[in-house]
């Protein structure tokens, strides 16, 4: 093996793969010197794509440019590639890079567009293409060459039918089986983007004059980016002609192309051609170059200056980066009064307080004032996605942040863009498990209510009175009936009712982290609130809480019930513990007149009932005494309380027992047996009866 490790610097992200296969291929990464994130960083560079229906992979292909995709098995090539002595990572990692259509199996159907349209689309600046790609033919072939799988027939397991045109049997059929119908463009907008756009971006409409530029958010960086790339490749053309010039000893001529006032008088035909190249191509670069969107993006904190407080070096390196990228300014002086906002970490959100406490006096009083205004790293996440100046409840601080002891596993749904990758990392705060997909082991499923916002307002119009609007405010995929997201949502939502899981609004995962401010543990509210629930299973005793519904959900307990009757089984483990544990016996009313000797009979029958095999009564050390009798001498039993008496349990202590033995004494004193029993000197014979008699 290489002592040279090919991934130095080199960061990845898995989306869709196998937990297995993704610890493999985080081993080789790391063997490789790489780094490899499970969440989606700023700083990844390479997404390896399991599948492309994951949220990580929809919001990379819409708004990471910098992100380059890798196949599955990229990772082990490479590994044995350079175990066997290959370093030339750059072209192992091209080599194995995701091809744009892969495993994509489509229906062709109608497909050629008009000449008309296809003048249209190519209206757009970011599409640099011909009238010519878009014949079938060239579709066909471009849709192929980069590893797609094209059929004329149609079927319900193909991913979607590409069509131009709005009719007929198949499209009808593939609108049935709920198959998105996508316009061709699709496929030359996927090949300039690299990578296979979302559908929802490209779903077929009546609208001929639909230009689909919404796909993608990133066209004119790719655009400026594709431009530089040119300049780039000019600018190494005009250093070959200079070299090549310098070697035929005419340098004059060189000269006279950069000094324009004397180039007329001295050019010649080699030099023309060269120079006229080089012009035009300069030209145009520089119109390219200082356009007015990008110029007004990269000025987004134009005037902000920065502190970052309670930041590793790392990310203090990447913030401050990003922050200078858009004109913005760090100071690392706490005393420095012309800051306008102080950053702290979202995940020290419980700590902010204290992040806070060290600064100087004069700098809490701005902050109290409100000159200096507190926000998270979401605050500049938020801002740069919407290029514009976001200050909400999600860019403060969540003084809310506390680990849970127990890890819920907690899905959502409808959520896209920023917002749902800060979801996501809320989540994972919070220490729950943050699952993309949704499964009978789900413990909670989050649902954008923004999705189905026209029934809920007439249905549950308390899911929009939460205090916290801007919460509620997130953005939705394409809305309709042809929309995925919202497919999918309807999908979740039965699935949970069919499970038992409940369903809320974003707005409980908030109240979780509003009610736990302050607090030393964290604070679970009801599930059963109008504000939130969209959901609650009717299978159980309503739960006051999260936790004691997957208690119930778990085995755990049944209801509130039964945990009180546990309570009681605690405590009673605290009393004193009994020498004999005896069943409570019954006693019957004594009826008429009972001879002594029938009464002390009676009752030791009663106590033998109530023994049993289990227990004795003991009347002195060594004499076990069995009373017997029947209900003929005079003994009648009280029914009126028909009471298990199995159910009765007493304690018996020393004085009851000795008790007992005065009475029994007592009795047989009296009985006539005892008297003929006396003799003259004054002692007594006890009569002892054994079992038997």
């Known amino acids: 093996m290489h002592s040279k490790k090919p991934f130095l610097g080199l960061t990845f992200c898995c989306t869709g793969v196998e937990t297995t296969t993704r610890t493999q291929i985080m081993r080789m990464v790391e063997s490789m010197g790489g780094v490899q994130y499970l969440d989606l960083m700023t700083d990844v560079q390479y997404l390896i794509v399991g599948s492309r229906k994951t949220q990580k992979y929809q919001f990379c292909i819409k708004n990471r440019l910098d992100i380059k995709y890798l196949t599955t098995d990229a990772i082990f090539k490479i590994h044995e590639e350079w175990l066997m002595g290959n370093d030339e990572v750059e072209t192992l990692l091209d080599k194995y890079k995701l091809p744009v259509f892969s495993d994509i199996s489509v229906c062709f159907s109608r ?6 349209q296809a003048k249209h689309l190519l209206s757009s600046s970011f599409r640099r293409a011909t009238e010519e790609q878009f014949s079938e033919k060239m579709l066909l072939r471009q849709f192929t060459q980069n590893a797609g799988i094209a059929k004329e027939s149609l079927s319900n397991n193909q991913d979607c039918m590409i069509s131009a045109d709005p009719r007929g049997t198949r499209y009808n059929k593939a609108k049935e089986w709920g198959i998105p ?9 996927s090949i300039i983007r690299g990578a296979a756009l979302d559908y929802d971006g490209y779903i077929l409409t009546n609208d001929s004059l639909d230009l689909y530029d919404n ?12 431009k530089r790339t040119t300049s780039r490749q000019l600018s190494k053309q005009s250093e070959e002609g200079l070299k090549k010039l310098n070697r035929g000893k005419r340098t ?12 007329e008088n001295k050019r010649s035909v080699t030099d023309r051609t060269w120079d006229e190249e080089s012009d035009s191509e300069n030209n145009e670069e520089i119109e390219i170059v200082k356009p007015v969107e990008t110029k007004s993006r990269n000025n987004l904190f134009l005037g902000f200056k920065f502190l970052l407080v309670g930041f590793t070096a790392r990310e203090s390196d990447l913030l401050t980066s990003g922050i200078e990228a858009f004109q913005g300014e760090i100071t690392k002086d706490v005393s420095d009064t012309s800051m306008s906002h ?48 976001v200050l909400d409840r999600w860019g403060q601080p969540i003084k809310g942040l506390i680990h849970s002891s127990r890890k819920f596993k907690i899905s959502t749904s409808g959520f896209t863009g920023i917002e749902l990758l800060h979801i996501e990392k809320l989540i994972k705060f919070l220490n729950f498990e943050y699952c993309e997909s949704f499964s009978e082991q789900r413990d909670l499923l989050i649902l954008n209510v ?18 916290n609007k801007d919460i509620l405010n997130c953005p939705t995929y394409q809305s309709g009936q042809s929309s995925v997201s919202l497919l999918s949502a309807k999908n979740k939502i039965d699935a949970a009712k069919k499970w038992s899981i409940p369903v809320v609004s ?33 299978n159980y005793i309503r739960p006051r809480s999260l936790i004691e519904y997957i208690k119930i959900m778990d085995g755990a307990g049944s209801n509130r019930a039964s945990e009180e009757v546990n309570k009681e089984d605690e405590d009673a483990v605290k009393l004193p513990s009994p020498r004999k544990v005896r069943q409570k016996q019954k006693y019957g009313k004594l009826m008429g007149s009972v001879s002594p000797s029938s009464m002390r009979n009676k009752l030791m029958d009663v106590a033998k009932s109530a023994t049993t095999s ?8 060594d004499d076990i005494v069995e009373g017997t009798g029947t209900a003929e001498d005079g003994l009648n039993y009280d029914v009126t309380n028909d009471e298990d008496l199995s159910s009765q349990v007493r304690y018996e202590d020393v004085e009851s027992v000795m008790n007992q033995e005065r009475l029994l004494k007592k009795l047989e004193e009296e009985s006539p047996e005892y008297r003929r029993g006396v003799t003259a000197n004054g002692s007594t014979v006890k009569r002892r009866k054994t079992r038997g008699q």
């Open 614 to 621: 289990r227990s004795t009564i003991q009347v002195d050390d």
């Open 450 to 467: 923004n999705l189905f916002k026209e029934s809920f307002m007439r249905n549950l119009p308390k899911l929009f009175q939460y205090p």
């Open 215 to 226: 796909g993608c958010n990133v066209w004119s960086q790719l655009s400026n980016e594709r």
């Open 111 to 116: 497909v050629e567009v008009s000449q008309s």
């Open 252 to 263: 004059e001529i060189w000269n006279s192309i950069m000094d324009h006032t004397n180039y």
């Open 181 to 189: 119908v996508v316009h061709p463009v699709w496929i030359v907008d």
């Open 342 to 389: 102080i950053i702290v970490p979202t995940n020290k959100g419980s700590e902010a307080s204290t992040l806070l406490r060290a600064l100087p006096s004069e700098i809490k009083s701005l902050i109290t004032n409100g000159d200096i205004k507190i926000v998270t790293e979401f605050f500049i996440e938020r801002c740069i996605f919407y290029k514009k100046v």
């Open 506 to 538: 974003i707005a409980y995962l908030w109240e979780i982290l509003d009610k736990s401010q302050y607090k030393s543990t964290l604070v679970i509210p009801k599930l059963n609130n109008s504000q939130w629930c969209i959901h609650a299973p009717i």
